[in-house]
Nanobody, 124 residues
Framework: QVQLVESGGGLVQTGGSLRLSCTAS????????MGWFRQAPGKEREFVAA????????TYPDSVKGRFTISRDNTKNTFYLQMNSLKPEDTAMYYC?????????????????WGQGTQVTVSS
């Protein structure tokens, strides 16, 4: 069955960096776009980044553009979120997800498999 397992969250100071990883299994990894979302307490789930199956195309919202970078290694069935210049408002539970297909998707309803989440906390 499809499984997504995140790792790499933690506590970091403002301006610091973290790299999240998501390892996938149970499907042909390169055939699907993958994404990262986050959810802070009391807020809706928010799109953070997405990457196409080949890794050639990515997209980000303005809130993280220039600070976060999504990448993937299809030989390892793993994709990543490099987060730099972190801010307290980046504090949230971060989830990796698999899209329904190979096209880039930014809406959570276009993703049908989710990881369990990894907490990122940025202290001021």
């Amino acid at each position: 069955q499809v499984q997504l397992v995140e790792s790499g969250g933690g506590l970091v100071q403002t301006g610091g960096s973290l790299r999240l990883s998501c390892t996938a299994s149970g499907f042909t990894f390169s055939g699907y776009s993958m994404g990262w979302f986050r959810q802070a307490p009391g807020k809706e789930r928010e799109f953070v980044a997405a990457i196409s199956g080949s890794g050639s195309t990515t997209t980000y919202p303005d809130s993280v553009k220039g600070r976060f970078t999504i990448s993937r290694d299809n030989t390892k069935n793993t994709f990543y979120l490099q987060m730099n210049s972190l801010k307290p408002e980046d504090t949230a539970m971060y989830y990796c997800a698999r899209a329904y297909g190979s096209s880039l998707m930014i809406r959570s309803y276009n993703y049908n498999y989710w990881g369990q989440g990894t907490q990122v906390t940025v202290s001021s």
